[in-house]
């Protein structure tokens, strides 16, 4: 069968992509890579035009309010100033699946005129979850941005009706961790019987997953979609001595004398236990986030809770 790769290029099952350099996963098709009933998320930084960005704020902010009533399939949107750079702001966007993803595009394209991406100098924003073939070839129609689809080397994202909605506000990670050298299939083994064991005993964990980072062979990407700030302190439950041993066996895959970088976007990021190391018997990594608080002044889009997941 022919594939997609995370580039949104097409190759076969096994070979390596021309452009980005990726392998294909197992031979699934990005339809199957993720079921469009699947929550989409999608993450990443854009720019803005100078002299528009307080225009940008008060359009987004706006937009956000009325695309994530109760019922309309979009849990999240949200957007928040660079620390460094207040003409970039990292987006998330959180939705039921690709239909809802779709059906608000067309909103967001008011948006479009905000920003600087171009053709010949497009952002990138990461996707997960999910997606599927359909929605990668309506987007790669957009030749301003880079929608990259991540394949899950390991992991899940819980599907909305997957159980209670627990309380909220929601934790967010999008993190980029490296890994040792002939490491990578250890790593997703490994972080699959975590995520086994995490599914199973902690139910506000909604996502977790690793994929490769299109840019590094070396790296991967580590997303973590937790219910509430409960739900980020019971995954690492060192209680809980099969779940402490299996994280240990994933952990030492990682080379930790690389930092690992990304955002975390929490009600509570100052919490320094969201900055350390998950597994305390592993030496631990050099930890270089950028953290975010939900429902701070500066953030844009309403605090994401339980409510806008309710049909």
């Keep these: ?20 350099r990726m392998t294909s996963f197992d031979g699934r098709t990005l339809a199957s890579s993720a079921a469009s009933a699947v929550p989409l998320l999608v993450h990443g930084r854009r720019r803005l035009k100078e002299g528009l960005v307080d225009e940008f704020k008060e359009r987004f902010s706006s937009l956000a309010a009325s695309s994530t009533r109760p019922g309309s399939g979009i849990h999240a ?7 460094d750079d207040p003409r970039v702001f990292w987006h998330v966007f959180w939705s039921a699946g690709a239909s809802s993803f779709a059906h608000d595009a067309s909103q967001q394209e008011s948006l479009a005129a905000y920003y600087e991406s171009s053709e010949q100098d497009p952002d990138a924003l990461d996707c997960y979850g999910g997606w599927t073939e359909g929605l990668a070839a309506e987007s790669a129609a957009n030749s301003s941005v880079t929608y ?4 899950p080397m390991a992991g899940f994202v819980k599907a909305d009706d997957a159980g209670l909605i627990p309380e909220g506000p929601p934790l967010f990670g999008f993190t980029k961790r490296y890994v040792k050298p002939g490491c990578m299939d250890d790593l997703a083994s490994s972080f699959q019987t975590v995520s086994d064991l995490w599914r199973a005993k902690v139910p506000g964990i909604l996502g977790a997953s690793v994929s490769r980072d299109p840019d590094h062979a070396d790296r991967v990407h580590d997303l973590r979609l937790f219910a509430n700030h409960d739900a980020y302190l019971k995954h690492t439950d060192k209680s ?8 240990g ?3 030492a895959n990682y080379d930790t004398s690389r930092p690992f970088i990304g955002e975390i976007y929490a009600p509570d990021p100052n919490d320094e236990r969201l900055h350390k190391s998950s597994v305390t018997s592993s030496p631990a ?3 270089g986030l950028t953290s975010f608080r939900l429902g701070a002044p500066e953030m844009l889009g309403p605090i994401p809770t339980g409510e806008q997941r309710k049909a």
């Excluded at 069968?1 to 980005?20: E, H, K, Q, R, Y």
């Design 1 to 20: 069968c022919s594939c997609l790769c995370v580039c949104a290029s097409p190759i076969s099952p096994g070979d390596v992509c021309s452009i980005c």
């Design 77 to 83: 949107m949200f957007a928040f100033a660079d620390h």
């Design 148 to 151: 990259r689809f991540h394949a």
């Design 240 to 247: 809980d001595d099969a779940l402490t041993a299996a994280m």
């Design 249 to 251: 066996v994933w952990f």
């Design 285 to 287: 990594p050099p930890i």
